[in-house]
């Protein structure tokens, strides 16, 4: 089936620190990726849709000049969270559709935990 | 916008038991999509469900069942013969159309007990 990687798992950085989160789509291309936001036991919050070759749209609410998006390829999305605080602190999650699957669901990453201390 | 929203914050069924989670959400489109995702502690998400509203019939996975009324925007979810491994938090989620985000209700936490 249709995978997608998220790369750290789990990261740990002192405040102030960038840090860049990987979403690849390893069996299919994607002209789109999103990134969501989760907090303890809360609902994922999508923070922006993240388009191949084009800027990325981002959520109300959502700086999207600390968390840059880069969409290079069709099997690439980097999120990158700049000088990052505490309350940056989340579970942050990508999914991806398919190009070619008009009536397929998305497919999740297995999320990064971020720890900002 | 649309919403989803979850009434049930917590629920707990026994083990071989039936539950049923609720869901309703607001729309004005026609055509959309709606999901059950289940998140385990592990908190990868796990598609359970999924249904298209253009769709009458009721979809069905194993031991998963959806109950759709389209009319009354509502879309419970019903888990049969309850295992220990269905312990999770379940997401109801609406999409408005292919490609576009997934937008989740706050989450039903789910423990099945022996």
């Known amino acids: 089936g249709a995978v997608v990687s998220q790369h750290p798992s789990w990261v740990i950085c002192k405040s102030g620190t960038s840090v860049k989160i990987e979403c690849r789509s390893l069996d299919f291309q994607a002209t789109t990726m999103f990134w969501y936001r989760q907090f303890p036991k809360q609902s994922l919050m999508l923070m922006a849709t993240?388009?191949?070759?084009?800027?990325?749209?981002?959520e109300q609410g959502v700086e999207k000049d600390k968390f840059l998006i880069n969409h290079a390829s069709l099997t690439l999305s980097t999120l990158t969270v700049t000088s990052a605080h505490p309350e940056d602190s989340s579970f942050y999650i990508c999914?991806?559709?398919?190009?070619?699957?008009?009536?397929?669901?998305?497919?999740f990453g297995d999320g990064t935990r971020l720890s900002i201390l | 916008a649309q919403t989803v929203t979850q009434s049930q914050p917590e629920m707990s069924v026994q083990e071989a038991e039936t539950v049923t989670l609720s869901c309703t959400y607001d729309t004005s489109e026609n055509n959309y999509y709606l999901f059950w995702y289940k998140q385990p502690p592990s908190r990868q998400m796990i598609l359970v469900i999924r249904?298209?509203?253009?769709?009458?019939q009721n979809a069905t996975e194993n031991r998963f069942s959806v109950n759709f009324q389209k009319a009354a925007k509502s879309f419970s979810l019903k888990i049969s013969d309850s295992q220990l491994g269905d312990t999770a938090m379940y997401f109801c989620?609406?999409?408005?159309?292919?490609?576009?985000?997934?937008?989740f209700g706050k989450g039903t936490s789910l423990l099945v007990t022996p």
């Open positions: 989620a609406f999409m408005k159309d292919s490609g576009y985000a997934l937008n």
């Open positions: 999914s991806a559709k398919n190009r070619g699957g008009e009536n397929q669901p998305q497919h």
């Open positions: 249904q298209e509203a253009y769709k009458q």
């Open positions: 993240s388009n191949e070759g084009s800027k990325a749209t981002y």
